[in-house]
């Protein structure tokens, strides 16, 4: 089915590891990005790319990076893991307005 | 600075009846306004969306939403609830402040709970 693919779905880490989200669509859309939601935070914006090979900071950059590897992927990359990493992450495509297509979510737990 | 606020973070209707969820904005220029549902462990879904024309926008699962410059709302509606329709309901805004315009802004989300 045509969307926005996430993996992993689930991930425990321990404080100080890495990895990688991976993100991929198949709507040909131009731009991506990565958001996270929290409980009462409602989703905030980590990083975006407008179109490949172009990203930008979002509202909650910090201790996180991103790549836009091609049109269809772009992943997100914690490099030293912290609790307050601890999320619900998702990665979302648009083309213009027409309204963002949004992944299922990967729930990061950092222990 | 830009923002949107959902100022209940719960509405309780009884299936049937009409519901309202409310979402108000603050940006500069003319607003791109946004909604998105989502349900439990699902990522969200896009609803509607109103960037010009009528004030009344009409969307999926027959949800429309009224554009209010004057109050700068932009509120939810839907004439019947269903029990399917609870859920958690996000408004969004466009943030201009990123270059190329399509970043949105969310506010914190409203759960609706509709009882049969």
């Known amino acids: 089915n045509a969307g926005v693919t996430q993996t992993p779905k689930f991930q425990v880490l321990k404080t100080g590891q890495s990895m990688t989200l991976q993100c991929a669509q198949d709507?040909?859309?131009?731009?991506m990005y990565w958001y996270r939601q929290d409980p009462g935070m409602g989703l905030r914006l980590i990083y975006y790319?407008?179109?490949?090979?172009?990203?930008d900071k979002g509202e909650v950059p910090n201790g996180y990076n991103v790549s836009r590897l091609n049109k269809r992927e772009f992943s997100l990359r914690l490099e030293s893991a912290a609790p307050s990493q601890t999320s619900v992450y998702f990665c979302?495509?648009?083309?213009?307005?027409?309204?963002?297509?949004f992944g299922s979510g990967t729930r990061l737990t950092v222990v | 600075a830009q923002s949107v606020a959902q100022p209940e973070d719960q509405v309780n209707v009884a299936e049937g009846n009409p519901l309202t969820v409310k979402c108000t904005y603050s940006v500069s220029g003319n607003p791109y306004l946004f909604w998105y549902v989502q349900y439990p462990n699902r990522g969200l879904q896009f609803l509607l969306k109103y960037i010009t024309g009528d004030n009344l926008v009409k969307g999926s699962y027959g949800f429309e939403a009224e554009f209010n410059k004057s109050q700068t709302s932009f509120h939810l509606k839907k004439p019947s609830a269903l029990v399917s329709d609870s859920a958690l309901y996000f408004c969004a805004v466009r943030d201009i402040k990123h270059q190329a315009g399509t970043a949105l802004i969310f506010g914190k989300g409203t759960t609706l709970s509709v009882s049969s």
């Open positions: 709507m040909n859309h131009n731009s």
């Open positions: 979302a495509s648009s083309e213009a307005y027409y309204g963002y297509t």
């Open positions: 790319s407008a179109s490949e090979g172009t990203t």
